[in-house]
């Protein structure tokens, strides 16, 4: 069951923004962290940023200085602004949240880490 809903993907062109946002259920109220996550085709989910309930946040190497990830814990919103995008930029992007405290914010986020999913939406960059 869904329990996390993406938004805000699109299509934009290189050096271009995007701002991604997530909307929770009652699950996923209290998460210890979140997360975004993103995949292509043939490879592996990938962890790109994650934000605990103190607001402390990590980012992988390949997104670091240019995705910002925050939470609005009130509203159970998670929030990704993406900038300078590039190409390799292009996947599905995934919210996830752990309610099992089983996540942290020491390095770039773990796939099996997070219990709660959503259905991603898709971002793509072209030249």
């Known amino acids: 069951q869904v329990q996390l809903a993406e938004s805000g993907g699109g299509s934009v062109e290189t050096g271009g923004s995007l701002s991604l946002s997530c909307v929770g259920s009652?699950?996923?109220?209290?998460?210890?962290?979140r997360a975004w996550f993103r995949q292509v085709p043939g490879k592996e989910r990938e962890g790109i940023a994650a934000i605990n309930r103190d607001g402390k946040a990590v980012y992988a190497n390949s997104v670091k200085g240019r995705f910002t990830i925050s939470a609005d814990n009130a509203n159970n919103i998670l929030f990704l602004q993406m900038n300078k995008l590039q190409l390799d930029d292009t996947a599905m992007y995934y919210c996830?949240?752990?309610?099992?405290?089983?996540?942290?914010?020491?390095?770039?986020?773990?796939?099996?880490?997070?219990?709660?999913w959503g259905r991603g939406t898709q971002v793509n960059v072209s030249s």
């Open positions: 009652p699950y996923t109220a209290n998460a210890y962290c």
């Open positions: 996830a949240a752990d309610t099992i405290r089983a996540a942290n914010v020491l390095g770039p986020p773990i796939t099996a880490e997070y219990n709660y």
